[in-house]
């Protein structure tokens, strides 16, 4: 029975397909921009994949079986006040009204959470904003896969220690993190001092403030008091600025490792061959050799509709733009299953982002094979995998790579931390836990 009534919700979706036309229901989809401000280098080709892969399905495939993909942007310029008033200006825009908000922003994130279970529209903070929002029960309208900051602080842990000779290796070292001095920046602190007391390494602190041109202190203190790794929480200007300045102090390179935020072409180039050997945090592939960048060349470049410049396909935060409508879009898809029907909601979008499963088999289907990877989301858990990989710069072939295995985060530091935080937030906002299953 179950097959179906599947195969008749696949059938009814289809239907304007085959008749030949096309639903005048159109999905809005907000993007919450920044082409301006000082965060503009790295907001900029985030935007583009964004964009680029909701206008290629809208081109070659008619929008999402069906409907069309009205795409409503709004420039935030990385302001938390200017987000909040982008958010207010397009959730009721068009019949779908806003179906999800992607704020590229944990500081506008963290002002949309208790909104968006009013206004009953899904966040999609991915891999960024609220860590605790892993947790379904407390938060069913955040949504923070594939990884969260916690998790991906946990990788780097582990990283550093197959660099060492293992776990126990540890004990003694010094790990300086370099921080935005933000709710961005501090996200993985906590993670980072619960992993220095199991560890026994020593943790030190580095704020950079906004927008973090200034960082001539803070690099005289690495070379004064020497850690053995730094990592770093940066964003924008702020990283291209710590690159040069950890490359003229002459810290080794590939004992620095940067938030998936602090890896892309625009951290590492400005220090030019200096940059050589640095490493950050990554959930998805680099570089256009995938059937998905073909179609996107084809039908939204070739008809001069894309959103930036052909030759920066492929670049790491093109590439990160490209993975969030990804799975945004398999969300709909999904929500459309669940709902028999292709006019969906926000409210019917949450149900998709709770049921999404987008296995490799999927991602070879969307032209992404092996891209990044699978990601399987729950009432509960709104995390996914938490899996991190580690990529590396090659300043002569001016490219980034996947370097090492994608690794497990330590649960047994970050569950109780999630649970705890998650808890809290229930208290202090009058949350009652949701019943899943």
Request: hydrophobic share 40%; charged share 20%; aromatic share 10%.
């Amino acid at each position: 029975m179950k097959s179906i009534t599947k195969t008749l919700v696949a059938a009814l979706l289809a239907v304007p397909l085959l008749g030949g036309t096309v639903s005048a229901y159109e999905l809005t989809i907000p993007t919450l921009d920044y082409r301006t401000g000082p965060y503009a280098p790295n907001g900029i080709p985030f935007a583009n994949g964004y964009s680029d892969y909701l206008t290629m399905l809208n081109e070659r495939d008619g929008g999402i079986n069906g409907a069309k993909i009205k795409l409503a942007p709004c420039e935030t310029a990385y302001n938390t006040k200017r987000g909040v008033e982008c958010y207010e200006s397009t959730k009721g825009q068009g019949e779908s009204g806003a179906l999800v908000f992607q704020p590229l922003s944990t500081g506008i994130t963290y002002q949309l959470i208790p909104k968006s279970s009013v206004d009953r529209i899904p966040i999609f903070s991915m891999g960024y904003g609220r860590t605790s929002a892993a947790n379904g029960k407390i938060f069913p309208w955040v949504f923070n896969f594939p990884a969260t900051y916690w998790s991906q602080a946990t990788v780097f842990v582990q990283y550093i220690a197959d660099q060492e000779g293992g776990m126990d290796k540890l004990k003694g070292k010094k790990i300086a993190l370099v921080y935005h001095n933000s709710a961005y920046g501090k996200e993985p602190i906590r993670t980072l001092e619960s992993a220095a007391a199991k560890f026994g390494f020593e943790l030190m602190l580095l704020p950079v403030d906004h927008p973090g041109q200034e960082q001539k202190a803070t690099w005289l203190q690495v070379r004064k008091e020497r850690p053995d790794w730094v990592l770093m929480w940066g964003w924008g200007v702020m990283n291209q600025v710590a690159i040069k300045e950890a490359a003229s102090i002459r810290f080794p390179m590939n004992r620095f490792i940067g938030v998936w935020w602090s890896g892309s072409e625009n951290d590492v180039l400005p220090a030019g061959d200096k940059a050589d050997g640095y490493l950050s945090g990554a959930f998805h592939q680099p570089g256009d050799n995938f059937p998905a960048h073909d179609d996107i060349k084809k039908y939204v470049y070739d008809q001069g509709k894309g959103k930036g410049e052909r030759d920066r396909i492929g670049e790491v935060l093109y590439n990160r733009g490209l993975v969030a409508a990804m799975w945004t879009s398999e969300a709909i898809r999904k929500a459309m299953e669940i709902h028999g029907t292709n006019k969906i909601k926000g409210v019917h979008l949450r149900d998709g982002f709770e049921a999404l499963d987008v296995d490799e088999a999927r991602l070879t289907e969307l032209g992404l094979p092996n891209f990044t990877i699978p990601v399987k989301i729950s009432c509960e858990n709104h995390e996914g995998p938490g899996k991190v990989a580690l990529q590396q710069w090659d300043a002569k072939a001016k490219k980034w790579s996947l370097v090492s295995k994608f690794y497990e985060p330590l649960r047994d530091i970050t569950g109780p931390l999630i649970a705890a935080d998650s808890a809290q937030y229930a208290k202090e906002n009058n949350v009652v836990p949701r019943i899943c299953g």
